[in-house]
């Protein structure tokens, strides 16, 4: 992405970064997914940020879930969101060989599940490679991330990870959130990208006001559909946003906000990469 001027004054050479800038083409081949298993976790434990108390315990039989069971109907919703998203949910999955499809569909079913689900305000089932697929999900308060990761949903992905999933591990792979900033406008999701980043040393808060400056710009963005600033532990973000095609994600990648983020780059974050921003396609979201 490319992110503008918006914020540190650097002194760096802003010409060098912008051929950087100029030189995102992406060709994304890693993962980041979203879902919830039927996780029995302890409240949130914030010892330095970190989200490591999670215990999960998978359910010992198949609670009648398969991937028979779910529809493969895509729908990618349109969505105007005024709640206060405050902490989220995100998944790391990669399909085994020849089950790519089978994890497609089930991502896609798994829509009819969670619009059962009142306080899970925000579910983005994405896929960025041939075997990469993920989740990202948002709640209001602790409660519904809760009764989300012990819901059917979660149930389900449990019930089927052993079948469809490559080398899955519920308590790495699902990863809690809070959410930094968020920004919504209506319209159809198709597409989107994904950014994970780390924070060097001691720019933890430059980090975290960069990005709440990133929303006040992406509003100026008509096609950016959703965006969202996330943290995921003490020292790593991530910018999960969705668009309705390519024309509005270019956009974004040529706008003031990834320009801001390639520039600030070398001074907040530790070893950042243009081959860190993802591209994903939307499977399903709410």
């Known amino acids: 992405m490319n992110y503008t001027r918006c914020y540190v004054h650097t002194g760096f050479n802003s010409n060098a970064f912008q051929k950087i800038v100029h030189a995102i083409v992406i060709n994304i081949h890693s993962t980041v997914l979203c879902f919830t298993p039927n996780l029995h976790c302890n409240k949130k434990t914030r010892k330095n940020e970190n989200y490591s108390s999670i215990k999960i315990s998978a359910p010992s039989f198949l609670l009648g879930f398969t991937t028979q069971t779910f529809s493969k109907t895509k729908n990618t919703n349109i969505m105007n969101s005024t709640k206060n998203e405050t902490i989220g949910l995100l998944v790391i999955m990669k399909a085994k060989p020849g089950k790519e499809q089978d994890v497609k569909n089930f991502l896609l079913g798994g829509l009819a599940l969670v619009n059962q689900e009142p306080q899970t305000v925000s579910w983005f089932a994405f896929q960025i490679d041939s075997k990469t697929f993920g989740i990202y999900d948002t709640f209001e308060v602790e409660e519904g991330r809760q009764a989300h990761l012990t819901g059917e949903v979660a149930k389900a992905l449990l019930a089927n990870a052993g079948d469809l999933l490559e080398d899955f591990d519920p308590s790495t792979d699902i990863q809690p959130t809070d959410v930094l900033a968020s920004n919504h406008k209506s319209g159809l999701q198709n597409n989107g990208l994904l950014v994970i980043m780390k924070s060097k040393e001691a720019k933890t808060a430059d980090v975290e006001n960069f990005l709440n400056v990133g ?25 999960f946003d969705t668009f309705a095609d390519d024309s509005g994600r270019d956009a974004h990648l040529t706008g003031k906000v990834a320009a801001a983020l390639m520039e600030n780059a070398p001074v907040l974050l530790e070893g950042f990469q243009a081959t860190a921003i993802q591209k994903i396609d939307i499977i399903a979201s709410k």
């Open 215 to 239: 929303k006040q710009l992406v509003s100026d963005e008509p096609k950016t559909l959703s965006w969202y600033a996330i943290k995921i532990d003490a020292t790593t973000y991530a910018i």
